[in-house]
């Protein structure tokens, strides 16, 4: 996955690790990604793990979260 510095402006994208920092990732392109980050999240994460890690957030928005519930739901 390739990130861009915009949305991870508190670290260095290309030290970001995709399975030790998949909340971290998975967080930050629910609330702030572009469509095409959003796909990618979607295509390298499963579904139940995706779930988990949304239902589970302290730092979503509420928006967020919902609009991420629904389109996890099925």
């Avoid at 998975?26 to 990618?40: N, P, Q």
Wanted: proline residues 4%; glycine residues 2%; without cysteine.
């Amino acid at each position: 996955m390739k990130f861009r510095q915009a949305l991870f402006w508190d670290a260095n994208p290309k030290k970001i690790d995709v399975k030790k920092n998949a909340q971290y990732i998975i967080e930050r392109v629910a609330d702030l990604g572009h469509d095409d980050e959003v796909r990618s999240v979607f295509k390298f994460y499963k579904k139940p793990f995706l779930k988990k890690i949304i239902s589970g957030s302290r730092s979503l928005r509420p928006e967020t979260k919902n609009l991420w519930t629904l389109l996890l739901k099925n």
